[in-house]
């Protein structure tokens, strides 16, 4: 029977809320996803708890909810090791069941896969993937984060309000120093080929360091050498310094770049020493701000992505840094409050097209049945812009213009990529826009669980000031693994165990009644949204060994963004309802469904339109409604 659609283009926006999302349509920000709203349908899709990444894009790609799927956060309950000792969730390996890329594979359909999150190591055998490990910081691959040279008068630039987590918000570090401080001295004499002999010229040792700013458990190897560039601080004109010569010596004939205030330089390919073996990759550079006098410099380095090792198969990287460019992986997101907001979208906007023509130029010069492209950036605008973008925040009408202004300017470069995109189809093909988890404004200051257990008398620390503070597990009885689940400290199945197995269910009612009697002191209010035992988690589709003896969620304004809330939660402009537009091939002009979608429903629906058998593990359902011919 010939299939609704011949092949099929997937658009990931990591943390797009459908409610966000269409405020965006709405607000005149994101044209392109009008246009495939008009022409097709869209839900207010319902996603997995927790409303996190490696969960919710699994569960997307597989039609499995977490506990049959096994990718349950990004710390995962490790069973025989300690409770503070979970698995780290960035791996496919984990996966008990089938990607929906692998599926086509084994009935001869080809995939392209363009940094789909989660999907590394990759599972693909004949199709081809360009990277796809996890957001901003948590990659594999990458030579160095970012670097921040700054001198003299420097300040940065925050939004201000709380900070989500690392085990929420893993796309950037929150430990160590976030600028690398130099110093600006007068040209030394031993300096060659000066631009303007008979000016005074100022020196700057800029060092790149490998493996810098990026997630310990995620480097690609355990040292890198330092490499030095000198940076030649000049007048162009009788105004006072403008320019920034970048030489590899003190020559100025051994220059690289010429870096003008307010300007990127070009990409140019370099080497780096990492535990000893040289690896190449992509270089530039920013002048963000340079005093006339001297007395205030600010140069930006981006991430340094290597040239090869990141796709499979291998070669392709090569082709894509002929044929395409250099590769971008991250642009900025960590340095965002630190860099102003025009340089780092910038590089979202680079980084949004360098995919778009990763995937135009693979569908080119490769036969294709499945597309499959994603972006962070909706999720990186969640943790930074969204905070305060909202009045329930209290922020200040300027903070909050400026939040606003970075959501807009987010969706805008989204739209921008996914209209890039729509132009692989035809007639025969389905587009699909979809995301994992939304996201929430901030009202008031987050919860945190170990504070509340602490608090209950359930988990108790050492003795001391020492930062973080060590758990003393002979007197804990109860603690957070991941950002939903609680476990007991369990005689018999955990190593430390002193709850005997008599007291599990009495233990367990007693954690959950800690929860609800607990009272946020600033509100007087109660922030928990639910509170369920193991065997009562199965109503929000948590099963298996994996699963918390308790498993909570907050409600959404005593949370971050994301991570602990209801995947139905909403606060002010946005919410937790993940988003879901279905275009093209097999597709009605039906506008807003009104049934209910679930994240379970996305991989048998595609089945369907491409005539792909449908696994049998498989937890969702077609959406026929959204189909042609629906009623």
């Known amino acids: 029977m010939h299939s609704p659609a011949e092949r099929a283009i997937i658009i990931g926006m990591d943390g797009a809320g459908m409610r966000l999302v269409k405020n965006m349509v709405d ?4 044209p392109n996803m009008a246009k495939l709203i008009k022409k097709g349908v869209y839900a207010h899709m319902i996603g997995v708890m927790p409303t996190l990444t490696p969960p919710g894009w699994t569960t997307l790609v597989t039609g499995t909810w977490p506990g049959t799927h096994k990718v349950m956060d990004f710390n995962i309950y490790a069973p025989g090791r300690r409770l503070d000792d979970p698995t780290w969730g960035i791996n496919t390996a984990l996966c008990q069941s089938k990607y929906i890329w692998n599926l086509m594979e084994e009935v001869g359909k080809r995939p392209i896969l363009v940094k789909w999150e989660i999907s590394w190591p990759p599972t693909i055998k004949t199709g081809v993937q360009v990277e796809g490990t996890g957001p901003g910081v948590s990659n594999h691959h990458q030579i160095a984060g970012y670097h921040l040279f700054v001198a003299g008068k420097w300040a940065s630039r925050p939004i201000g309000g709380q900070r989500d987590p690392e085990d929420v918000d893993p796309s950037a570090l929150q430990g160590g120093g976030m600028v690398d401080p130099v110093q600006l001295m007068p040209a030394r004499q031993d300096w060659k080929n000066l631009p303007n002999p008979e000016e005074p010229c100022l020196e700057v040792e800029l060092k790149i360091k490998p493996l810098a700013r990026g997630r310990s458990n995620m480097l690609r190897g355990k040292r890198g050498t330092p490499k030095p560039y000198f940076g030649l601080v000049h007048a162009s004109g009788p105004n006072g310094y403008d320019r920034v010569l970048i030489c ?13 205030v307010g300007g990127f330089s070009r990409y140019w390919r370099d080497t780096f020493e990492i535990d000893g073996v040289a690896v190449e990759g992509h270089v530039r550079m920013k002048l963000i701000s340079l005093s006339s006098n001297a007395d205030a410099l600010e140069i930006f380095v981006p991430q340094i992505w290597p040239v090869r090792g990141y ?11 002929r044929e395409v460019g250099p590769f971008l992986q991250n642009p900025a997101r960590d340095a965002l409050g630190m860099i102003d907001d025009d340089t780092y979208f910038e590089l979202l906007e680079y980084h949004h097209q360098c995919l778009a023509n990763v995937a135009h130029y693979l569908a080119r010069t490769r036969p294709w049945d499945l597309t499959m492209v994603e972006t962070h950036a ?15 925040s209290g922020a200040s009408p300027k903070t909050m213009a400026r939040c606003r202004s970075g959501l807009a300017r987010t969706y805008a470069s989204m739209d921008r990529m996914v209209g890039r995109l729509m132009e692989l189809m035809d007639n025969e093909t389905v587009i699909l826009i979809c995301s994992d988890h939304g996201g929430t404004p901030n009202q008031f200051r987050a919860v945190d669980i170990s504070t509340v257990l602490e608090q209950a008398g359930l988990l108790v620390y050492g003795i001391g000031d020492e930062r973080p503070r060590e758990i003393d597990w002979s007197r804990t009885k109860a603690a957070p693994v991941g950002v939903s689940h609680i476990f007991i400290n369990l005689k018999g199945r955990e190593p430390t165990g002193i709850v005997p197995p008599s ?14 009697s607990y009272r946020e002191p600033e ?14 988690a199965e109503m929000v589709n948590l099963t298996g060994g994996l699963v918390g003896d308790v498993v909570y969620a907050l409600r959404p304004e005593f949370d971050g963004a994301h991570g602990r809330q209801l995947p139905t939660a909403v606060l002010g402009i946005s919410g937790q309802h993940s988003t879901f537009i279905l275009s093209g091939a097999g597709v009605r002009r039906g506008g807003e469904l009104k049934t209910q979608v679930r994240a379970v429903d996305v991989m048998p629906t595609l089945c369907h339109l491409l005539g792909v058998p449908i696994p049998r593990d498989v937890e969702g359902r077609i959406i026929h409604e959204a189909l042609e011919g629906a009623r």
């Open 27 to 30: 607000w005149g920000y994101a």
């Open 248 to 260: 590899r010596s003190r020559d100025g004939e051994d220059g690289i770049a010429e870096l003008r």
């Open 311 to 321: 796709t499979f198969p291998e070669n392709v990287a090569e082709e894509i840094d």
């Open 378 to 392: 909706s999720d990186y605008a969640n943790h930074f812009f969204l905070s305060q973008a909202d009045e329930i």
């Open 503 to 516: 007291k599990y269910e009495e233990m367990q009612h007693q954690i959950v009644g800690g929860l609800y």
């Open 523 to 536: 509100t007087g209010r109660n922030p928990f949204a639910v509170a369920l035992t193991h065997a009562d």
